[in-house]
């Protein structure tokens, strides 16, 4: 699917690989101000539709921790994980400027949606296998997980190849590859994206988003 360009006050849609009805993704772009800014992710939450003081947000400190939300933890920041996933009905959110998001859903009746930092240090460690794992341990069949990957850093401008690498850890965990979306945009090839290694310690930060607006289930084969 050829995407169009980015604008620099836009979204940026997220593509499954299949049409989930219900289910809302999406990456801000460098347009709405840096998202480590409380004002900045307040005004993209009313814009997408979501209420601000129910965003979970995570510490994030390149590791592999992964959280369980609960129902009452809505607008909560959740302490040394780089990892979310949830059954309810709330709204998640990573921060990134060259780690690459990696958007999750598990095709159950509840649905279950997931959303994880990756960045180099978190790929070592496995954080992509580790969130399979967890979902597996939920009784949730791993051909029955679907993937999206948000912007990111490409192979061409890093030595460290974000992109396959998690490609192929959720793939050894049984993920089928048609499964997976990995098409992205390169973080510092596009200016109209926050990139560390382009911008450095001025670099602000991208949201990326994922929530349920009603139960998902599959409408169409996506890209």
């Known amino acids: 699917m050829e995407k169009a360009p980015v604008q620099r006050a836009g979204f940026l849609p997220v593509y499954f690989p299949f049409h989930f009805e219900g289910i809302k993704a999406v990456v801000t772009s460098r347009g709405f101000g840096d998202q480590k800014v409380k004002e900045n992710r307040v005004r993209c939450c009313e ?25 009452e933890e809505g607008g909560k920041l959740i302490p040394a994980a780089d990892g979310l996933i949830t059954g309810e009905a709330i709204p998640m959110g990573i921060l990134t400027a060259d780690c690459l998001p990696i958007f999750l859903y598990a095709d159950l009746a509840e649905g279950f949606l997931g959303l994880i930092h990756a960045g ?53 965990e049984g993920i089928p590859r048609e499964n997976i979306n990995s098409e992205n945009l390169c973080t510092y090839e596009n200016e109209n994206l926050f ?29």
């Open 120 to 172: 180099w240090r978190g790929t070592l460690k496995g954080i992509a296998r580790r969130a399979v794992r967890i979902l597996k341990k939920m009784g949730i069949d791993q051909k029955r997980i679907y993937v999206a990957f948000g912007p990111a850093i490409c192979s061409r401008c890093h030595e460290f190849d974000l992109t396959g690498k998690n490609v192929k850890a959720l793939t050894d």
């Open 195 to 223: 990139s560390y290694k382009r911008q450095g310690k001025r670099s602000g930060r991208m949201m990326s988003v994922i929530y349920k607006e009603s139960p998902a289930r599959i409408i169409s084969k996506g890209f």
């Open 47 to 71: 814009l997408i539709g979501i209420a601000p003081e129910e965003l979970v947000l995570c510490e994030q400190v390149h590791g592999d921790k992964i959280h369980q939300v609960l129902a």
